[in-house]
């Protein structure tokens, strides 16, 4: 069983009173009046009884009970059905909360299936602007979209700031799989929010466009807005991915270079450790005749000869930056 957040009645931008679900479409019948109900997941008994109320369409019924993956928006005679996301992060975990929008000559219906960032802010905002509020339910619905636009600002920039931190670690210390993972993680979710973002655009320009009874056209800037704040978060969002992206691929290089320098430095050390190796082999050999065994001071030359190749390997890998 869910829960009426508000319901009430408005008429020229002000609020009349307080309604319950039954007393909406009488209300809603009156010249100059209209009725917003703000539910929080609503069952089919409860939508049933709005659909009585408002003659809302059959299929749009059916939409608001079942999960859609994207916003969209569809029509119904002369009414609207919109289902919009709000993103909340929850521990560091991304979700969408899912919102249908019922629109229609004399009413405006919520219903939040899930516990996002309360609408109660939005209706505040419209009280508080009576000359816009008189618009009636196209500024409300315009209020609403600009509402769900919003809150992806806060989400994205959230992330943003983990994949600075990241990006900064990742530059100061060694590249460790819980970083890849986490910068990983965080793209994803860059990917998704785009993914719910970008149906807005093509909705907020269908709302330009319709000839709806209870959309007038001084409005339609309003929506343009809309438009506007959608692109600007999109933008916002590639940008941030291929940030995401860009992080990884650059800890990726710096790692290599790491573990190019780690090489570069085993290999130096095995050619100086293969010097005095070889000279000692060549002296290891079984042969009799070897004119260097019968020196008196043949065993302090060969050792002064492999510290002077030695140090004169180890000066020149030293030089070149591979010690």
Request: hydrophobic share 45%; with cysteine.
């Amino acid at each position: 069983m869910g829960r009426v957040v508000a319901a009430a009645v408005y008429n020229t931008g002000r609020k009349v009173t307080n309604i319950s679900l039954k007393d909406g479409a009488e209300w809603a019948a009156k010249p100059d009046h209209f009725v917003w109900i703000g539910l929080e997941e609503p069952d089919a008994q409860e939508l049933a009884v709005l659909q009585r109320q408002f003659n809302l369409h059959e299929l749009a019924i059916q939409d608001a009970l079942e999960d859609h993956s994207r916003p969209k928006l569809e029509t119904f005679g002369d009414a609207l059905f919109i289902v919009t996301y709000s993103p909340i992060r929850i521990e560091g975990q991304l979700e969408f909360i899912e919102t249908n929008i019922f629109a229609g000559k004399g009413y405006v219906i919520t219903a939040r299936n899930g516990h996002s960032a309360s609408y109660a802010h939005v209706r505040q905002r419209c009280e508080a602007r009576p000359l816009l509020l008189e618009q009636g339910e196209d500024f409300v619905l315009y209020a609403l979209l600009d509402f769900v636009i919003e809150s992806y600002q806060p989400v994205g920039e959230a992330i943003h700031a983990e994949i600075d931190e990241l990006e900064r670690s990742i530059l100061a210390t060694e590249l460790n799989e819980r970083d890849i993972q986490r910068l990983h993680s965080l793209r994803r979710d860059v990917l998704r929010l785009r993914r719910y973002v970008a149906p807005m655009v093509e909705i907020s320009e269908e709302l330009q466009n319709l000839e709806f009874p209870f959309i007038d056209k001084t409005m339609r800037p309003y929506f343009r807005d809309v438009q506007i704040h959608v692109a600007r978060q999109m933008e916002d969002l590639t940008t941030l991915a291929e940030i995401a992206s860009q992080t990884i691929e650059v800890g990726v290089l710096l790692e290599s270079s790491r573990q190019s320098v780690v090489q570069r430095k085993f290999a130096a050390w095995a050619a100086i450790l293969a010097f005095p190796t070889a000279v000692a082999g060549i002296y290891g050999m079984n042969f009799q005749n070897m004119p260097e065994l019968t020196w008196q001071y043949g065993y302090f030359g060969v050792v002064g000869f492999i510290a002077t190749g030695c140090t004169s390997l180890w000066a020149s890998f030293k030089k070149s930056g591979w010690l």
